[in-house]
């Protein structure tokens, strides 16, 4: 097995190559509108593929069929965050450490290429072969839009927006970022995974390891608005707290905060105990998303 490091450097570049290949050309036109796509999507760092990969090595899945996998779910969370930088939700002007899409575009290309890159997920799910058979390639594409629906990701920012300047108690806050971090973290897991051979008892596994580290993911985010820098996290810092939003460093303190992940994240490996040496990258990934520091 080779090291963490030159793993996840090896699967950054893979994806991103995909992603490459998959978005539009910007000699197509409507260029700038491809153009914008391509500056919202290259150049991130790539959780959830990281994790979509590491859940394929579990179920022996064949890493040419999770690369596009991973490439769709990336998508959906590159439009998540062009949406939710704009001035009518969280109103950010960096991402990335570069300008913000409507920045560096405006505002209605921002919207265009959110939904383009949505349509474009889809369309990798439906045409590339990933799965043994129909009826779970079938299944892949309605986790995915499960997840970035309003029973999911979208329902998640709605409740956000609804909550600023409310308290929440730590059932509601947990219930929030289940949805708005958390589903797609846990569709992930469970693409990379069903590009394999995956068993009843594998998929549960796999899904509450999913969702103990997408709740650890969304805690660290909290934990790393209020304490890190802009020119570390390559947006806005701070913008939480300024905006009144009910987050785990507010509800809790940031020590308490800090010890919900640890925990989270010794969860996450607990569920992970009788899938062997296949499952040491998802380890491996539940400790990089409590000790990152970006």
Same mark, same amino acid.
């Given at each position: 097995?080779?090291?963490?490091?030159?793993?996840?450097?090896?699967?950054?570049?893979?994806?991103?190559?995909? !992603?490459?290949?998959?978005?539009?050309?910007?000699?197509?036109?409507?260029?700038?509108?491809?153009?914008?796509?391509?500056?919202?999507?290259?150049?991130?760092?790539? @959780?959830?593929?990281?994790?979509?990969?590491?859940?394929?090595?579990?179920?022996?899945?064949?890493?040419?069929?999770?690369?596009? %996998?991973?490439?769709?779910?990336?998508?959906?969370?590159?439009?998540?965050?062009?949406?939710?930088?704009?001035?009518?939700?969280?109103?950010?002007?960096?991402?990335?450490?570069?300008?913000?899409?409507?920045?560096?575009?405006?505002?209605?290309?921002?919207?265009?290429?959110?939904? %383009?890159?949505?349509?474009?997920?889809?369309?990798?799910?439906?045409?590339?072969?990933?799965?043994?058979?129909?009826?779970?390639?079938?299944?892949?594409?309605?986790?995915?839009?499960?997840?970035?629906?309003?029973?999911?990701?979208?329902?998640?920012?709605?409740?956000?927006?609804?909550?600023?300047? $409310?308290?929440?108690?730590?059932?509601?806050?947990?219930?929030?970022?289940?949805?708005?971090?958390?589903? !797609?973290?846990?569709? +992930?897991?469970?693409?990379? %995974?069903?590009?394999?051979?995956?068993?009843?008892?594998?998929?549960?596994?796999?899904?509450?390891?999913?969702?103990?580290?997408?709740?650890?993911?969304? @805690?660290?985010?909290?934990?790393?608005?209020?304490?890190?820098?802009?020119?570390?996290?390559? $947006?806005?810092?701070? $913008?939480?707290?300024?905006?009144?939003?009910?987050?785990?460093? +507010?509800?809790?303190?940031?020590?308490?905060?800090?010890?919900?992940?640890?925990?989270?994240?010794?969860?996450?490996?607990?569920?992970?105990?009788?899938?062997?040496?296949?499952?040491?990258?998802?380890?491996?990934?539940?400790?990089?998303?409590?000790?990152?520091?970006?």
């Amino acid at each position: 097995m080779t090291d963490f490091p030159a793993w996840t450097q090896a699967c950054q570049t893979r994806v991103e190559n995909v !992603l490459a290949e998959h978005l539009p050309s910007t000699r197509i036109a409507p260029q700038r509108l491809h153009e914008a796509m391509r500056y919202a999507v290259l150049g991130g760092k790539r @959780v959830r593929p990281l994790l979509a990969f590491a859940a394929g090595e579990v179920t022996g899945a064949d890493p040419e069929r999770v690369q596009h %996998a991973a490439a769709a779910v990336e998508l959906i969370h590159a439009y998540s965050l062009v949406h939710d930088d704009m001035p009518v939700m969280d109103d950010d002007a960096l991402r990335r450490g570069k300008p913000t899409v409507h920045v560096e575009f405006d505002e209605a290309t921002a919207l265009l290429v959110g939904d %383009a890159l949505q349509s474009l997920a889809f369309d990798i799910l439906a045409s590339q072969p990933l799965a043994n058979d129909a009826a779970t390639q079938l299944g892949m594409v309605q986790l995915l839009a499960q997840a970035a629906g309003s029973r999911g990701m979208a329902g998640g920012q709605a409740i956000d927006l609804a909550s600023v300047g $409310k308290p929440l108690d730590l059932t509601e806050l947990e219930f929030m970022h289940i949805h708005k971090t958390g589903a !797609l973290i846990r569709a +992930s897991v469970l693409l990379g %995974a069903q590009c394999g051979n995956m068993t009843d008892a594998t998929a549960a596994a796999l899904d509450h390891y999913a969702k103990c580290i997408g709740l650890a993911f969304q @805690v660290v985010d909290d934990v790393l608005d209020a304490e890190a820098s802009t020119a570390t996290l390559g $947006k806005t810092a701070g $913008k939480d707290a300024a905006n009144n939003k009910p987050t785990y460093v +507010s509800l809790l303190g940031t020590a308490r905060a800090c010890e919900l992940a640890q925990e989270l994240c010794a969860d996450a490996c607990a569920a992970l105990a009788g899938l062997g040496a296949p499952a040491e990258r998802l380890r491996q990934l539940a400790d990089f998303v409590i000790q990152r520091t970006f």
